[in-house]
Nanobody, 127 residues
Framework: HVQLVESGGASVQTGGSLRLSCAFSGNTRNTHCMAWFRQAPGKEREGVAF???????TVAEPVKGRFTISKDDAKHTLYLQMNSLEPEDTATYFC??????????????????????WGPGTQVTVS
């Protein structure tokens, strides 16, 4: 069983930066893929960034070149570094995990329904 708790959400101005953190419990190394999703009011939950069990990463096209995902297994923490933030990035950001050995390019195609474990979310507002 995996438990996830996000932190780091805040209100920032356009062009600013934030780093989100997701503290996770349980052994996710090699057996889980993890991801950041976001959901804006009235919109579908969308995948933003992904990491597979081997540590390979990828980000979704709308945030490519601005967001970076990383995972520190020693600290049991998943990160999302967000730079050059835009108002369109305003959303609740969720950390998610799934038991999977799929490579990251496949993980990135999975919908949110494929992830079993979720944090409560953290709010990011860009104005």
């Amino acid at each position: 069983h995996v438990q996830l708790v996000e932190s780091g959400g805040a209100s920032v101005q356009t062009g600013g930066s934030l780093r989100l953190s997701c503290a996770f419990s349980g052994n996710t190394r090699n057996t889980h893929c993890m991801a950041w999703f976001r959901q804006a009011p009235g919109k579908e939950r969308e995948g933003v960034a992904f990491v597979d069990g081997a540590g390979a990463t990828t980000v979704a096209e709308p945030v490519k070149g601005r967001f970076t995902i990383s995972k520190d297994d020693a600290k049991h923490t998943l990160y999302l570094q967000m730079n050059s933030l835009e108002p369109e990035d305003t959303a609740t950001y969720f950390c998610a995990a799934a038991i999977s050995d799929l490579p990251v390019d496949v993980v990135a195609t999975l919908g949110h329904w494929s992830f079993s474990y979720w944090g409560p979310g953290t709010q990011v507002t860009v104005s």
